[in-house]
């Protein structure tokens, strides 16, 4: 077998690890989610998403950044009917990256993003950030979903008037960064259209107020948007631009 | 003095409480925050916004939503640095609402709306939002922040480049919804221009990724924005949207 | 309108809490509840209560007090089989109280007093004591119910063998302070006399041991005693007494 | 040696304890303290006095209470300037009360009395009960003070006019139920007069508001009162009464 | 009556504890458990033995040890089947155990060590030991069960294929520490060889897998092993290994 | 790139998922540690480990075993003086297995064994076992650590006096698992021999009583033992001797 993966905390010794607080200071936090994600995508989808992500981030960032720990399991209690779900609550998944954080702090490392596949950590997450601001007020905390950072590509896909979970655009990205493990052929089209949903479904999609329903009752399949119409190269398209916009933003946090 | 305020549940006997639950299927619930608003606006601002807000809704839909008890107190870690600031944390938060929804649905109603002033609290009210769909599956629970769903007429304002917290937007409805509680003469601009931030403040405007950073190191006078100049009239037409489009809102999930 | 209120810190910009901090160095905080209060009151008597004897206390200590953020909802479980009322949690108010107390220490307050016009809250109180000797050891926390301030005036009302929630002495109080929310044709005796009460409910009524029982096990209508045989006046010599004692309590204190 | 204790569920196997559930429906938890009591009296003094109280009141019952686990050690951060004290949070003693709670329901018992020593036990006891309400509500839940339940006798003694933690009363209940364990040669008052107390001290004696202070800041050796004034036979009297109370009580409660 | 009972520090007053301090440096505290103990034993087997033992070896350390206060009940789910058991969850007994550490080391003993004559607290105690390596840094924590001490002894007792809990080593314990309390000609062999056992019951006997079953899977009348066959010698061999090892234990310690 | 990973619940899709169910009746959770592992392995050594043998024994289980999510990291508050170790609390740890075994139980799974690579979850683990007693009476869960099941191949592998952590037996197996992890020239021996620890250390070497000490006060390197002495095959011996063990568990369960 070849080396040890570059960036990855995990793979370092103790040694190595000493090294990097200060040649990496960033650690990048790889958060995903264990649940439903359609007829065609596997339930690790979330996890596998940041992880790819947050090496290629590294590789941009050339060692300035290292890989630590993930968080496999995230919040996900609105797939549960769906087979194979695993939900953590939001205050175990607050306590781990609170955990994460005081330790790595504690090493010295000083900015830590945490980069979830699963926009269902992201309330969680921001109530960390609010602790973590009394507990470790050295500390730069900062975290970012995936796909919203890549809006106006999704946007350029020409995706379903209702689309989102296991949808046109988490579809494209891992038909680019995970294709052995995407079942093309049992990809189907969940709800596509506001019309398909009923009255209560419609008033989840407009932001706010925001209105919370288990997902049986927004799409049979547990899939919102059409998975059918993406290919790789629009997954490579989202993949990039999300890489870019988080290389930006962490030269930028290390250049403040 | 004249009778109870119409629509407030504080204000009924119990016998009344039993006939809203049929009468007033939904039960709005304010939330604000106790914390630094600049030199001009009161601590209270937030809640104040959250409780009149209330109000204008619970009129607009004419007995169909009553107004359960306040959350006076949000998450407001940010705003510690400066005099007065109380802030709670979000587990807190998390347990007073979730308590809150458990017994206004041991008592039948099903439909709650939590109303926050306090943009702070948004990220423990998705958590909550998430526990409930376990705890309690057939309880439909929403939320909404205020100044968000008027975002169209508050870029009408012409607000300053940086803006948001005691600034353009919130000043107007407090001179509209309070104004015997704003010190007009000491109103003063905050952090208005890109420029003016230290380039970490500058990383906390972009959206995602998120980074978090106390409130005294994007601003020394706790505002962003510039809240002279805004009148009551501005106040009165962001007041109309957000109420407007809440009532749009309670319409569509009374009949839904 | 008129000027923000006199003595509230809600009301304050944080400049003005600033100055509070050394020119009104006790804060008072009313905690309520929410719950039934028979066929006459509303459900937030005690909150109602609390606050305006908070303001009446305030003003009498014509400055050196200041009243901070309310406890809206206090500990009520036994209530809950009549409609409208919500409950929280002892670790819940325990938290909030103890989160209001480490923020107004932060900022420079010693000395804060909870005024409980709900004596539930009582036992949740006196843990928080117990606990802020440990994590706040230089900050003096006092708490207090109102009608046991006011024991013996009570006593002169002429008041039933079996008397409390929502009876004499509670009426009095409200006809006094907000008879606007009294339904005066409404109110109604409740369990009176010792002989009315079931042999198990009678233990609840000699101090110690002490036995809780729910209320509907007490008295059908969610009253003890009888508030019909009272007036305003008395109300006016209820909240007289409890005001008198409080001020001097607070003159007291800021003496020793 | 000889038998086990008869009324001690700990010293009966598990077939006694099944044939306990119907025999004897009560079951008695003393509650302790851990804690200085002075130059002269042991640190388990409460204790010591709860589990003698509870022997007492088992005889007193004939076989209708069993005695249950005790809690040796209470809520004491009062104490903790003195050596020797363990103290616990109000939290943990609550768990353990509903804990046992929960496991004595289980076996199907119903009726609950902790007999607590300590008054800084009261407070979470009370929270404990307002617990129970919600989730054992079969559960009838009664606890109680000791000395409280004789106010009558102990006024009788001749108390000081500052008397309390181990002074006069609770000196004469362990020369009565722990003469061993008192070192009556080096008993010694402790604050006795009001004017010995500073003045925030005096404001912890009245009752309500009710201020928390720590026992060095009342009494340099521990002691309110003079314990050197009382007999053997006054604990005698003091603790007759109380057990007859008790007795009656369940006698009470087992009629109702 | 008696003295005090030496090296027993709820016998102490608190000047004789602050005494201990220095002259004994170490705590024993000793934990039990309140659960079934098959037809002979009673149920506080558990407490009794570690008590007894904490005295022997707090006798052999002639005074470098005190005995603080007791944990009466310890972790028992796989009994609540039976009658009479009490048990409490892990974080109750952590919470407890490190509740007492804090004090203990506030008053400035260094050396603690947790006695426990039952296996089902070991896990919880293992997790204490971590907890305190970051919360106490200077507190050296030690704990132990009694069988386990000394296994060689029990082996040499020749007992059953299958043997445990209240079987030949527990007995013999009880037979010589409290023969009183042992109800002789009800003891009665439970499951004592392997064909007795389910074959699911079979894999809970192998160490690593650990799979937990309730104890009325294993045995109908909550034995295991045959404690008719051992005698109070039996007995005496095994607690004087246990106490020999626990005072060269802490002898080492001392001397460390 | 290659198919989905069998046995892997992360790789497949939830139609997959709801088949499992029943195909795949045993879910294995691998558990590790994210902590110093001396000069010449990784952090992750344990996860890895534990995920590898995961596989090996879902493999010899030829599908009726599933593996789920993975617990990166582990309880090791001993190894945080030592840069990169990342440590949860107990009650985190607790809490996610919890939850991932609720929610496995919930889509109709009742075998769960957490395979750990880090002993320094084991009580952890063997608290949450005594938990779902009581909340999952149904689910069997069992679990177990690596190494201590190859005890009889370590010890014919001539380890050290003293051994362990990053010593002989957890080196070979990452030899003959993840070779291209290992710094093998960079392997050091830690402390070897009982002389070398001082008389504290020793103390914690001999089972029960059992004393916890930060590994900074055992190793000045971080290791017990000498894992210069290894080879990949004597890793292999000591895997298959594990994953073996682990197969017979799992087949004498299934048939059980």
Redesign the interface.
């Given at each position: 077998?070849?080396?040890?993966r570059p960036h990855?905390?995990?793979?370092?010794?103790?040694?190595?690890?000493?090294e990097?607080?200060t040649a990496s200071p960033v650690v990048l936090i790889p958060a995903g989610a264990?649940e439903?994600?359609?007829?065609?995508?596997?339930?690790?989808t979330d996890?596998i998403r940041a992880e790819r992500v947050c090496d290629l981030v590294a590789a941009g960032l050339a060692g300035r950044a290292v890989i630590?720990?993930?968080l496999?399991?995230g919040?996900s209690?609105?797939h549960?009917a769906?087979?194979?779900?695993?939900?953590?609550?939001?205050?175990?998944l607050?306590?781990?990256v609170a955990?994460?954080a005081a330790?790595?702090h504690?090493?010295g490392w000083r900015k830590l993003?945490v980069v979830t596949g699963h926009a269902?950590n992201?309330?969680?997450?921001?109530?960390v950030?609010?602790?973590?601001?009394?507990s470790l007020?050295e500390l730069?905390?900062?975290?970012?979903?995936l796909t919203?950072?890549a809006g106006d590509v999704v946007a350029g896909l020409g995706v379903s008037e209702v689309h989102g979970h296991s949808g046109e655009a988490e579809t494209a990205q891992l038909l680019h960064l995970?294709?052995?493990?995407v079942?093309a052929d049992?990809l189907t089209a969940g709800s596509t259209a506001f019309h398909q949903l009923?009255?209560?479904a419609?008033?989840t999609r407009?932001?706010?107020?925001?209105?919370?329903?288990?997902y049986e009752r927004l799409t049979p399949n547990?899939v919102l948007g059409d998975p059918t119409r993406v290919t790789p190269d629009d997954g490579a398209a989202v993949v990039d631009a999300i890489v870019s916009r988080?290389v930006a933003?962490v030269d930028?946090?290390l250049?403040?």
């Open positions: 077998m070849s080396a040890p990855h905390l995990g793979d370092m010794t103790t040694a190595e690890a000493a990097a607080v264990f439903q994600h359609g007829p065609g995508l596997p339930l690790a996890l630590g720990p993930s496999p399991v919040v209690p609105h549960r769906f087979a194979g779900t695993v939900s953590i609550r939001p205050a175990t607050a306590a781990l955990e994460y330790d790595l504690r090493h993003l269902g992201n309330a969680t997450l921001g109530t950030a609010q602790e973590l601001l009394g007020p730069e905390f900062a975290w970012t979903p919203a950072l995970a294709p052995h493990l079942r049992r009923t009255p209560l419609r008033l407009g932001g706010h107020p925001a209105l919370a329903l288990p547990g988080l933003f930028a946090w250049a403040a």
